[in-house]
């Protein structure tokens, strides 16, 4: 579907010089009597480089739907993620490349979205946030008066998240998929 460069949105996966890339960043600049443009940061699907470019308000952009399916991730075996369609129970492998930052947010038996382009899976949407369980962090300080000052914490998944001093090993912390940040404590069973 091809769409005007003033309409790309953040998320959106355009084809740009024959390659997939997500567009990472958007800014509309109109410089006084100049002609708009639309600053872009793009970062490539197969390789996750990332790149910019400024497209001229009239340009036209290939935008690309991909197909997503809801898959259960399984288990790596060093080189592949391993996940299975809950439908069809049809295996599929991603390496950690195709995954990029999300391998370090990928549990078992989550269920989560793959994308695939013309039947290849291409990587994995990740939900806005995930609950994951501290598996190592400091001891909290019980005299520690200032609120605001952050330990790392390691999380079952291998990810290091900076947390407030109260979190123990144990609690399950709510993470930012996008930002790998601290977003709260999450509400027990």
Known sequence: MVIPATQLRVGMVIMYNNELYRVT???HITPGN???MVQTKLRSIRSGNSTENRFRSEDKVDRI??????MEYLYSDGEQHHFMNTETYEQIGLSAEDLGDAAKYL???VKIMVEFFESTPLG??????????VTETAPGLKSATVTNALKPATVETGLVVPVPNF???????????ETGSYVSRAKGD
């Not at 739907?65 to 809801?70: F, N």
């Not at 979190?167 to 998929?177: C, Q, S």
Request: hydrophobic residues 40%.
């Open 124 to 133: 994995v949407a990740l939900p806005k946030t995930l609950d994951l369980t």
């Open 25 to 27: 960043n958007v800014v």
């Open 107 to 109: 549990l078992p038996n």
């Open 65 to 70: 739907t991909l197909e997503q399916h809801e």
């Open 34 to 36: 100049w002609r708009g």
């Open 167 to 177: 979190i123990d090993v144990g609690d399950v912390i709510r993470v930012d998929t």
